[in-house]
């Protein structure tokens, strides 16, 4: 393969984030910067595997059908 992937589970990485920073893992004690976390990704992923990037895909188990506003900005 001459590409590499990256599978986000953003529950997991954004509580993570959040436990962190703000002492508890809840995500509405944070704001991301999308795009700045998708470029460190990107950057990470690329230079453990030495492969360009083909996509990252994101998954996220959100409580309602609809698009959270954490997840509206990385469509």
């Known amino acids: 393969m001459d590409r ?6 953003a529950g997991y990485l ?4 959040a ?3 703000a ?3 809840s995500r509405s ?3 991301v910067d999308h795009a700045a976390l998708i470029q460190g990704l990107r950057e990470r992923a690329e230079s453990d595997t030495r ?3 083909l996509r990252i895909y994101w998954f996220d188990g959100a ?5 959270s506003p954490n997840t509206a900005g990385c469509a």
Not at 14 to 17: D, E, M, N, P, T
Not at 63 to 67: E, F, G, I, M
């Open 51 to 53: 492969q360009p990037l």
């Open 14 to 17: 954004l509580g993570a984030a």
């Open 29 to 31: 004690r944070i704001t």
């Open 19 to 21: 436990s962190l920073l």
């Open 4 to 9: 590499c992937i990256v599978l986000v589970d």
């Open 63 to 67: 409580p309602t059908a609809s698009r």
């Open 23 to 25: 002492g508890e893992p």
